[in-house]
């Protein structure tokens, strides 16, 4: 970087860390914003160190100015000192706003609302866990930047949800397979290619994710694209809950209970024996579900392991309301957004009368049953009532400053005569800016009152971690919902907010946190939730339940043929039984002699299997072109408008069966099988993707089935979100193949899957009414090539077929603005196709190893059992269906790596004049993309 240019970027990054602290995804983001160049964490790192320019805070994780840099952390850690920064925001306003905001303050702050909490005593053995926790979320950091420090995501399609005078809640679609954690905090840029004197970088909170559909919160008054990049810092909360532990480690552990933190990580929490107790008298639940109220009606600590279906939800907004009638103060926590509105949406149908401000949802939602409720429950909407003057005026000051300006920008920069306007005009818009920055803080000093003399809390565990309000609050009671998705490290985090009254609730056979780091610690910590750190799922395996562990038994939600197949399998200690009421419940959307489990056999179709961008994960165009006709043909022709749940477990399988979903139909919701989680819909499809025709090794998830493994833990998510049918896309000869010869609990469902469910054939799918067809020849593929205006992409190990030469005489003859992309094997270099499309501006591309056999053009997509364009392709199927189509051909786009060319880049040429030929491994040593000579090997 040239000298000037660094100074430049000096002179910015001081500034910036002058006016405000920023996270390191935040300065990043700033930076790019900026038209500045792009760097890595390390680099900045280096400029700010080699010249004191800025100082990283390892308590806040924060860049500060290295004078303020004390005062900064000095700010989180003590009250005062935050409420004070607050009210600082405004001292560069005139006197006449900083009266009004006084005025304001002393009418709708509440002198003590915010109580200030005492030391609690450390707990024996403290430091060492905390320690060993934090060590472990070290180590998960350290895995997240080396994988890739950011995530750099195209968003399309955005819309705004809804508005407040504060903030903005919108929805993107992704551009990709990138899954990204509820609760982070990322950075919102323009697409690439536009022009940078644009507003800067938008910081925003992630909210939610199904499938490719984000939502995400920001500031209200930023600029708003409809497609957008978003910026995520990987490491962002792993990093917040490390500094979370360090300050605990750091002093008096004012407000956290760290013997109640301990508690449900520990043997401590694993009771041998209790006090005898009855189940809770109250109507309208069974016998298990009375009795976990009880349980955790006692002040101590209750595990409720709650199988699908069973009324853990309803069991837990009893509870809650129990709780709130006897006086308590309650903190609601889980792991995502959507586990918390369903919780919270469970208690409001139960309890159906509250004040406002008694219940209190931190955070934005897309749950329109919680919003402009009367009274209100989400925290904005509560602090907009307590704090109507305050946002009224700092809508009034937003209007007034787009109307500044739009005048400041009328005056011609170069016209002497107003300069004395263009100067009162900028000291207005100054001034004005100060007084809404004033109005923010005094807003958010309000929302902190709310939440301090809220009875009940519900929000996300990040926000227990990151939101100080909630620290700072004393909760008599916590119930953490969903807790076999939270990490052990993560549950004495929220735990540590009560008293050692707890109640941790959740599905231990259900799918655990997502680690990256593989050392023993972060296992340990990271990988397991509190069922298995405290060793509650041994003890139930083993045939000893702990004495404050209830376990439901009833399923409200499946079939009786699903729902014993689920029981069987997975939940053998439980004696899972299906309620009467699913018995007599009639049949919503399908017929009476419809079958509740199906099979769809893909053994013999040998379907290739290929991998993301050429690398990553695994897709079957096959099984999706399959699911297109189960869509259209038997889901379509429902009895009822049904809900349909398209789930595989691999990520691209998932963007290829949402293409199949409806527009506009929310009935339809495709995902991966951990974004499922905790949902369901009348009719699931699974499709299992596997397929012996991949001449890939089978993923673990299919080998490794034991109790408690990923692949088991998958089966059973899958199949129990559907209500009323299954339907399972899966090449059987390849699981059982893969599988292990002892009895797993996968083996013990498909077992029962093999008696009771109904066998669809293939071909039987393919021949129903719908997008997909068998073809006999390739006839019809020429008429489709010939019928392309915008893109053809062609995929085919071998091209020394039967219809090669008509397929290049249609190519030849394609329009310019016709995008050709062909992908072939190393033979096909010097082959007839190169020789005859050398100087064409189709796209040429040797690849090894050519894994995927299809074309894709406009809106037809075509596949074949071998080399499409080879001498024998076997089986071909057609798919006349535009959005599948295309989604095939993004999983199959290659990108420039380290200077190899990517899709839509021609390949170089060697010294000898030989075409290269772009080479990927996925595994090995050697792992990478490289571009070869096939002859000189260069």
Known sequence: MRSSRKDGLRKVIRDLVATSSLTTNELLGQLEARGLPRLGETELFLICDETGIAKLDEV??????????????ADRAGNDGKRMARRDRSSDTSAAFRRELRDLRDRFVRVGAVPENSAVPIAPGWKQVADAARTALRSERAAAVGKSMWQNIELVDGAILEETPTRRIARYEIQGSENVREGTTATLLPPEGTSKQHNGAVDVEVLTQYGSEITMAMPVEQQFWERAR????????????????????????????????????????????????????????????????????????????????????????????????????????????????VALGALIRYRRQWVSGELVRIGPTDNDFLARRNPAVLLDEIAAEQGAEPARRLVEVRQELKQLRDRHRAIPDKDPSRTHERTALTSKIGDLEGFGKGLVALLGEVRDQVIAEGRLIACTAHQVVLKESVRRKSFDVVVIDEASMMTAAMTMLVAGAGVGHTIVAGDFRQLPPIVQADDVGAREWLGQSAFEKSGVARAVGRGSPPANLVALDTQHRMRQSIGDAIGAAFYPEVGLVTASSVRDRPARTIAHDEPELVLVDTSDLSAPLARRDGMSSRYNVMHAQLAANIVAARLGVARQPASVGLISPFAPQAKLLQSLAPDNDPRTIASTVHRFQGGETDVVLYDAVESGGGNLRMHRWFTDTHAGSEGARLLNVAMSRAREQVILVADMGRIHRGRPISSTPVRTFLQHVGRHA???????????????????????????????????????????????????????????????????????????????????????????????????????????????????????????????????????????VHGVPGTGQAPERCGCGTLRMREERSGGKRAGVYSVCPLCRD
């Not at 090894?848 to 001498?871: H, K, M, N, P």
């Open 230 to 341: 978003l910026r995520c810092d990987l490491s962002y909360l792993v990093t917040e809950q490390a500094n979370r532990f360090h300050e605990l480690l750091a002093g008096p552990t004012t407000g956290f209970d760290t013997a109640a933190a301990m508690q449900p990580v520990s043997m401590d929490g694993v009771l041998d024996r209790v006090p005898s107790i009855d189940p809770y008298p109250i109507a309208g639940l069974n016998d298990r579900q009375r009795l976990a109220i009880a349980h955790g009606l006692c002040p101590r600590l209750t595990w409720l392991w709650g199988p699908p279906g069973t009324g853990k939800t309803t069991t837990l907004a009893v509870l809650l309301a129990q709780l709130l009638d006897m006086g308590k103060t309650v903190l609601l926590a889980a792991p995502t957004n959507a586990a918390i509105d």
């Open 60 to 73: 806040t994780g924060r860049w500060c100015d290295p004078a303020g840099s004390d005062q900064a952390v």
């Open 758 to 896: 109904l066998p669809w054939d293939w071909r039987e799918v393919a021949s129903e009414v719908g997008p997909t067809t068998i073809e006999s020849d390739l006839t019809a593929l020429t008429d489709d090539l010939a019928a392309a205006t915008e893109r053809i992409e062609i995929f085919s190990e071998t091209v020394d077929g039967p219809a090669t030469r008509r397929v290049l005489e249609i190519l030849d003859n394609a329009p310019e603005e016709v995008r050709i992309g062909f992908w072939f094997g190393p033979q096909g270099i010097g082959s007839v196709v190169e020789r005859a499309l050398r100087n064409h501006h189709t796209t040429l591309h040797p690849l090894r190893r050519c894994r995927e056999s299809f074309v894709v053009t406009d809106s037809v997509l075509w596949s074949a059992q071998s080399s499409i364009l080879g001498r024998a392709p076997g089986l071909l199927l057609r798919t006349g269906h535009c959005p599948l189509a295309q989604a095939v051909r993004r999983q199959s786009l290659r990108r420039n």
